[in-house]
Structures are given as structure tokens and as C-alpha cells.
């Protein structure tokens, strides 16, 4: 995959994505693991764990993420720019007639079959990262798995809060536990 | 001056929106209602649901809309690049770090927390999108029947047919549409 190839692919991917949040990991993920076969899922998830480290919206820092491990420095700058470009491109456009825009019937109708396509696609996406992240250490993978799952749908506790906790405990239990103990 | 207070105002609010999403709100608040005075509550929410709307994170979004009100197309090139800016200085560091040949020990172990843990994170957001997508209202429980056609179609698909996702998205939009024009002819 060329730098430019990639630019198109997160540009596009940048620019059917509604709502933000994790809502692009899925999606990123079917393009570069089952399409392109560039990356595994385990890096994936990695890259996604990374990206919760630092500030901002975390589509910006996997679409960063994913250039940079594939493209080394110029596929970072690429990532970053193809993820924010559509967006500003668009709301620069709409700021000048946004209330007819958010308000017209046929753009209300698509954006609301898209969503439901969207929603097939994550659950599906979900699916195959909760097979990958259960392969080792089963039981302690489904019970973090579950947990976070019920803290943040639930509560309104900061994401990156939540991730840093998740990365305190893999690291002390796989710090002061032997590995073939851990179940 | 005024684009100069504009690229400070955004690297403070990039600097400290973790969590993503709505967590930027209450620093947008902050900054640009309370303090600057460059946005009523009012255009605030109007902020919101143009972002609903459109692609891209909620951030983005935000820092194009009030950095074009404040300062037109530069203000709005101006605020969108601050706010990208600290998260991606982060992370061209720890890109630098992490993308060498040897494994880090500490991030290995705390991956092997971070990956389950991650996964339960996209299956909540998950369940979000598709709660907000696929019903009007939760109680009483008002399903819509554009989104749940295309929704069906694309679950079915996906695992029959190997679609690009641009297309299975293209497909489901073009239902919503259809849907649209069906519901129309059989009103009139």
C-alpha cells in the first residue's frame, strides 16, 4: 500500500464515520486487518489501547497510530491529516447552512440507514476483537473484558481513567504472578 | 491577536479533553461560553447536533465551527490544528518509542490488560450506537424501521458477501433513502 493509498483510505473512512469515539476502531479495523491483511488483530487493539493514552479524540490517534506503524513518520502525518481533513472540510461548508441542511428529509432518511449498517458493522467488529483478546488467559481476559463493559456503559467514569487502570492491572498481575498461574 | 487567543484557548482544550467524545464539552463550556464569551450556551448545543450530523469526532467539529465564527477560514485552519496539536506531539513520541524492533516489558505486561479491556470499551460503545440508531425512543421502545432494514441487510451480507465496508455503508444509506420514498409514495 502506497502513503497516498493509505491517505485515501483512512480520508474515506474519516468521512463516513458519524457519532466519534470508538465508533471508527471498527471500521479502521475491517479496512487494514481483513481487507488489506496489514495488520493483525492484536496490534489493532493495541494501537487502540494507545491511543487512549493521550488527549484527544481517539479517531484521530488511531488513524496517527496505524500510518505511523505502517508508514513510519510521513504515514503518522498522513493518518492525522486524513482523519481531521474531512470533517473540517465539511463543517467549513455547513457553517453557512446548517439549518437546512440537519433539518432536509431525504439527508435524515440516508443518515439513518447508514446508521443502522454502522451498527452491523461494529457488532460484528466486536465479535472478532473479543475472540482475539480471550485466546490466552481466559479468565481473566473475560472478567476485565465484562467489567469494563459494564463500568462504561453504565457510568459516566473518564474513558482514560479506565484504560489506565486496565494497564496498572495487566502490568501488576503479570509483574508478581507467574504467567502459566494466571488462568 | 484574536487568532493568536484562538490557538492558545484550543491547545488548552486539547490538551486536557480526555476521554474522548463528549468529554470536551464542559472544557468548551469553560473556555469559549464562559470565558471568551465567543459562543452562547445556545450555539453550544447547536455545535452538538450539527456533530451528530456530520463525520468526525465531536472535537474536530467544535474547534472548525467556533474557530470559522471567530475567525473565519483561518481561524478555522488555526483551531483545528491546536487542537490536534498536543495529542499529536504524544504520540509521535510514544510512536517513536514503541515502533522499534525490541518490546517494551512494562507495555507488554499492561497490554495484556488493555486488550480485553479495550474490546469491553468498543462492545459499549457499541451497544450506544446501535440503542440511538435503531430506536426513536427507548421507552417507550419505537423502533425505526430505515435504520433496522439496512441494519439487517448489511449483518446479513457482511457474512454471505465480502463487501468493502464504504459499500455496505453506501448500501445502507441508499435503503434509508428508498425507505424514504416508499413511505412517501404510500402516504400520498
Given at each position: 500500500?502506497?502513503?497516498?493509498?493509505?491517505?485515501?483510505?483512512?480520508?474515506?473512512?474519516?468521512?463516513?464515520?458519524?457519532?466519534?469515539?470508538?465508533?471508527?476502531?471498527?471500521?479502521?479495523?475491517?479496512?487494514?486487518?481483513?481487507?488489506?491483511?496489514?495488520?493483525?488483530?492484536?496490534?489493532?487493539?493495541?494501537?487502540?489501547?494507545?491511543?487512549?493514552?493521550?488527549?484527544?479524540?481517539?479517531?484521530?490517534?488511531?488513524?496517527?497510530?496505524?500510518?505511523?506503524?505502517?508508514?513510519?513518520?510521513?504515514?503518522?502525518?498522513?493518518?492525522?491529516?486524513?482523519?481531521?481533513?474531512?470533517?473540517?472540510?465539511?463543517?467549513?461548508?455547513?457553517?453557512?447552512f446548517?439549518e437546512?441542511?440537519?433539518?432536509?428529509?431525504?439527508?435524515?432518511?440516508?443518515?439513518?440507514?447508514?446508521?443502522?449498517?454502522?451498527?452491523?458493522?461494529?457488532?460484528?467488529?466486536?465479535?472478532?476483537?473479543?475472540?482475539?483478546?480471550?485466546?490466552?488467559?481466559?479468565?481473566?481476559?473475560?472478567?476485565?473484558?465484562?467489567?469494563?463493559?459494564?463500568?462504561?456503559?453504565?457510568?459516566?467514569?473518564?474513558?482514560?481513567l479506565?484504560?489506565?487502570?486496565?494497564?496498572?492491572?495487566?502490568?501488576?498481575?503479570?509483574?508478581?504472578?507467574?504467567?502459566?498461574?494466571?488462568? | 491577536?484574536?487568532?493568536?487567543?484562538?490557538?492558545?484557548?484550543?491547545?488548552?482544550?486539547?490538551?486536557?479533553s480526555?476521554?474522548?467524545?463528549?468529554?470536551?464539552?464542559?472544557?468548551?463550556?469553560?473556555?469559549?461560553?464562559?470565558?471568551?464569551?465567543w459562543?452562547?450556551?445556545?450555539?453550544?448545543?447547536?455545535?452538538?447536533?450539527?456533530?451528530?450530523?456530520?463525520?468526525?469526532?465531536?472535537?474536530?467539529?467544535?474547534?472548525?465551527?467556533?474557530?470559522?465564527?471567530?475567525?473565519?477560514?483561518?481561524?478555522?485552519?488555526?483551531?483545528?490544528?491546536?487542537?490536534?496539536?498536543?495529542?499529536?506531539?504524544?504520540?509521535?513520541?510514544?510512536?517513536?518509542?514503541?515502533?522499534?524492533?525490541?518490546?517494551?516489558?512494562?507495555?507488554?505486561?499492561?497490554?495484556?490488560?488493555?486488550?480485553?479491556?479495550?474490546?469491553?470499551?468498543?462492545?459499549?460503545?457499541?451497544?450506544?450506537?446501535?440503542?440511538?440508531s435503531?430506536?426513536?425512543?427507548?421507552?417507550?421502545?419505537?423502533?425505526?424501521?430505515?435504520?433496522?432494514?439496512?441494519?439487517?441487510?448489511?449483518?446479513?451480507?457482511?457474512?454471505?458477501?465480502k463487501?468493502?465496508?464504504?459499500?455496505?455503508?453506501?448500501?445502507?444509506?441508499?435503503?434509508?433513502?428508498v425507505?424514504?420514498?416508499?413511505?412517501?409514495?404510500?402516504?400520498?
Open positions: 500500500m502506497s502513503l497516498w493509498q493509505f491517505f485515501l483510505t483512512i480520508f474515506k473512512i474519516s468521512s463516513i464515520t458519524f457519532g466519534g469515539g470508538y465508533t471508527i476502531v471498527p471500521v479502521v479495523r475491517d479496512a487494514f486487518v481483513d481487507q488489506y491483511e496489514l495488520l493483525d488483530e492484536e496490534e489493532m487493539l493495541d494501537l487502540t489501547a494507545l491511543g487512549q493514552t493521550v488527549p484527544g479524540p481517539i479517531a484521530v490517534s488511531v488513524a496517527l497510530l496505524v500510518g505511523y506503524r505502517l508508514k513510519g513518520r510521513r504515514g503518522a502525518l498522513s493518518g492525522l491529516l486524513a482523519a481531521i481533513l474531512p470533517p473540517f472540510i465539511i463543517i467549513s461548508i455547513l457553517y453557512f446548517y437546512a441542511f440537519a433539518s432536509n428529509v431525504w439527508v435524515r432518511a440516508g443518515l439513518r440507514g447508514m446508521s443502522g449498517a454502522i451498527s452491523a458493522i461494529m457488532i460484528n467488529a466486536v465479535y472478532r476483537l473479543a475472540k482475539v483478546s480471550l485466546r490466552k488467559h481466559r479468565l481473566f481476559s473475560a472478567l476485565l473484558m465484562i467489567a469494563t463493559f459494564i463500568i462504561s456503559f453504565f457510568t459516566s467514569i473518564n474513558k482514560a479506565i484504560v489506565f487502570t486496565l494497564g496498572l492491572v495487566g502490568y501488576l498481575m503479570f509483574t508478581f504472578v507467574p504467567e502459566d498461574k494466571i488462568p | 491577536m484574536i487568532l493568536w487567543q484562538l490557538f492558545v484557548a484550543f491547545l488548552y482544550i486539547g490538551t486536557f480526555y476521554g474522548g467524545g463528549y468529554a470536551i464539552l464542559p472544557l468548551i463550556e469553560e473556555v469559549m461560553v464562559t470565558n471568551l464569551g459562543l452562547t450556551f445556545q450555539e453550544m448545543t447547536d455545535i452538538l447536533s450539527l456533530s451528530q450530523v456530520t463525520p468526525g469526532p465531536i472535537a474536530i467539529n467544535a474547534a472548525t465551527f467556533i474557530g470559522m465564527r471567530v475567525g473565519g477560514v483561518p481561524g478555522a485552519m488555526i483551531a483545528t490544528t491546536a487542537s490536534v496539536l498536543p495529542q499529536s506531539i504524544a504520540l509521535m513520541i510514544l510512536g517513536h518509542f514503541l515502533f522499534q524492533d525490541r518490546p517494551i516489558l512494562f507495555m507488554e505486561r499492561a497490554l495484556h490488560g488493555l486488550r480485553p479491556g479495550v474490546t469491553g470499551l468498543v462492545a459499549s460503545a457499541t451497544l450506544s450506537v446501535c440503542l440511538a435503531l430506536f426513536f425512543t427507548l421507552s417507550p421502545l419505537v423502533i425505526d424501521p430505515f435504520a433496522l432494514v439496512a441494519f439487517v441487510t448489511v449483518f446479513v451480507l457482511q457474512h454471505s458477501k463487501l468493502s465496508i464504504f459499500k455496505l455503508v453506501a448500501i445502507g444509506a441508499s435503503l434509508g433513502i425507505g424514504e420514498a416508499v413511505e412517501r409514495l404510500l402516504i400520498s
